[in-house]
Structure formats: C-alpha cells, structure tokens
C-alpha cells in the first residue's frame, strides 16, 4: 500500500472526511486530497501532523504490505482494532485466543507430538501376531 492509501484508509478507520482530517491537522483540505491520492509526498512536518490527528504510528502510516515485515505488518492491523468498538475487541482477542490454541494443540497431535499415534503405527501386524 502507498502512503495515500494508508491515509485514506487510517482516516475512514477513525470516521472522518478528508476536510475534517484537514481541521484536525491544519494541512488543508487540498493537501489531504493530494497526499490521498499519491500526487505529493508529505514533508516530515506534515507526517508529524498526521500521526497526531489520525492517533496512529509511523509504521501506520509509512508501511507496505509488498515488502513490509510481518511483525510491522501485524502491528498495524492490531493499530487498526483500538477503534473499533470495546465488543469487536473482545471478539477480535477471542479469535486469536482460539486459534492459537487449535494451533497448540494441532502441534501437540501431529506425527511427533505427545499423544502421536506414530510410535505404534506399523506395529500392530508384530502385536496381532
């Protein structure tokens, strides 16, 4: 993603126009507008301005999900969910809660794990006899 899609995107995140982002960061509506649609690059002023009234990170707005790490890339997802309503923020953690333990307990059964059936498979031929 472009710096003007994370702008655009941030900014509906947080539910406001282009000309209320303006007011909020004192950078006109123009300049909003130019930077939404990658015809301009913010100056380092600007970038302050914005992360101040879009509450969000640098990495919010400067990353790119073609070559951006994925611990950034998680970052700014998670960034995303602090508006979301308090609820959606319990369902969200209650998601990631749930898979993590279905992938605990996936790696727990697999051929090595624990309660594998692996260290008796092939041998019930030996045992019937």
Not at 13 to 42: V, W, Y
Not at 67 to 91: A, C, G, H, N, W
Not at 118 to 128: A, F, L, N, R, W
């Amino acid at each position: 993603m472009s710096i003007g899609s994370n702008i655009k995107r941030i900014r509906r995140d947080r539910g406001l126009t282009q000309g209320e982002l303006a007011d909020k960061s004192n950078l006109g509506l123009n300049m909003i507008s130019r930077l939404e649609r990658d015809a301009t690059d913010p100056k380092l002023s600007s970038l302050y301005k914005l992360m101040n009234s879009l509450e969000c990170t640098a990495d919010a707005l400067l990353s790119d999900e073609g070559i951006s790490s994925m611990p950034t890339l998680l970052k700014t997802q998670f960034e995303r969910t602090m508006v979301l309503p308090e609820e959606d923020q319990r369902v969200i953690i209650k998601m990631i809660d749930n898979y993590s333990k279905a992938i605990a307990y996936d790696n727990i059964t697999k051929d090595s794990g624990f309660f594998s059936m692996k260290p008796i498979m092939g041998k019930t031929k030996s045992v019937v006899k």
